[in-house]
């Protein structure tokens, strides 16, 4: 057996036994083709460009013009860990080492293909229109975030320092936290999001995007997500024209979460090391929709739905899942004794 047919299978027996009692109570509503497969469902054109040495490799993309000059104004590098040191060239890429649901079905793992959390018509997810006015919609739905290192899963690249190591892992689901259903609660354990409701700093997001409109990510502007509304409140809820839009908007909501509650980190610009993340630099994210249509390519955070989301929405399926790449800079050498 293969190892990747191994961390599945024991992912989804650990899943199954603590939780099968009550998945027999309900039938699965999830997708049943939707179980990942890394061969089929990644489109690995994403992982490119890559930057060794500074020379880059592959189709060349706006969104990684600054990370790529970082590894090409200093092509060489030199790092130490502990009693460890190594010196080399500095390595860039886009590594798929996450996956996120965003299912209006509460407890459809979408990458297990099944629905291990049966609620019983309870946390379900909803599209309803707005009375003020503005002929907007809102959704609600629930978000499921995965650990899944691919290249770790396929046992490929393994010699590169930075790269994870972990095995496929369910890092979060918001059916079991009460902030995701409501945005009041959110604002309680999140207050700085009362500052980012104002009209000064919805206006500022005006300008992120127009830029996310042109394959660029304006870092400083944490509290924007482009086209797909605003990282705050922190919850499941979401205005949308688009529905695929709306997904992708809480796919990087989700991200948000994950590095405000301590669970993120990114690659320092010298390649060294993983630095921790409270606040997201939204241009080391792009996000490939994988299910229920794959998606053609990745967009950057906040990239409008109208340059990517035609004909990405299959009658009937109103569950979605993501691929998130994350731009790796890594410091490739030789150790000394």
């Known amino acids: 057996m293969t190892r990747l047919k191994r961390l599945f299978c024991a992912g989804a027996a650990a899943i199954l036994t603590a939780l099968l009692p009550s998945a027999l109570a309900q039938a699965s509503s999830c997708p049943a083709g939707a179980v990942f497969n890394p061969i089929t469902k990644v489109r690995w054109t994403c992982i490119f460009p890559i930057t060794i040495g500074g020379v880059r490799i592959g189709t060349f993309d706006k969104l990684s013009k600054e990370l790529d000059a970082q590894s090409s104004s200093k092509p060489l590098c030199a790092c130490r860990k502990g009693a460890t040191f190594?010196?080399?060239?500095?390595?860039?890429?886009?590594?798929?080492?996450?996956?996120?649901?965003?299912?209006?079905?509460?407890?459809?793992?979408?990458?297990?293909?099944?629905?291990?959390?049966?609620?019983?018509?309870?946390?379900?997810?909803?599209?309803?229109?707005?009375?003020?006015?503005?002929?907007?919609?809102?959704?609600?739905?629930?978000?499921?975030?995965?650990?899944?290192?691919?290249?770790?899963?396929?046992?490929?690249?393994?010699?590169?320092?930075?790269?994870?190591?972990?095995?496929?892992?369910?890092?979060?689901?918001?059916?079991?936290l009460p902030t995701w259903q409501s945005g009041t609660l959110g604002?309680?354990?999140?207050?700085?999001?009362?500052?980012?409701?104002?009209?000064?700093?919805?206006?500022?997001?005006?300008?992120?995007?127009?830029?996310?409109?042109?394959g660029k990510v304006i870092d400083p502007l944490f509290w924007c997500m482009g086209s797909w509304g605003a990282t705050y409140p922190i919850a499941g809820d979401i205005h949308f024209d688009d529905s695929v839009e709306a997904w992708a908007g809480l796919a990087a909501r989700g991200t948000f979460m994950m590095g405000r509650l301590g669970a993120a980190t990114i690659s320092s610009a010298d390649g060294c090391s993983f630095k921790a993340a409270p606040i997201w630099t939204k241009s080391r994210y792009k996000y490939q929709l994988m299910e229920p249509v794959k998606g053609g390519s990745c967009v950057n955070v906040g990239r409008p739905g109208a340059l990517w989301s035609s004909m990405k929405h299959a009658p009937g399926k109103d569950n979605a899942q993501f691929m998130v790449f994350e731009k790796v800079i890594c410091c490739a050498g030789i150790s000394t004794p």
């Open 187 to 214: 604002a309680i354990i999140q207050p700085e999001g009362i500052l980012f409701g104002n009209p000064a700093a919805g206006l500022a997001c005006m300008a992120d995007s127009a830029a996310a409109a042109a």
């Open 86 to 176: 190594w010196f080399g060239v500095k390595v860039s890429f886009w590594s798929p080492n996450r996956m996120i649901d965003v299912v209006t079905e509460p407890g459809c793992m979408m990458a297990l293909g099944a629905d291990l959390m049966p609620t019983h018509g309870k946390l379900q997810g909803s599209q309803s229109s707005i009375s003020d006015g503005t002929n907007t919609r809102k959704m609600f739905a629930q978000m499921h975030y995965y650990i899944s290192p691919v290249w770790a899963m396929l046992d490929m690249f393994t010699d590169l320092p930075c790269l994870e190591d972990n095995g496929f892992d369910v890092a979060l689901i918001t059916e079991v």
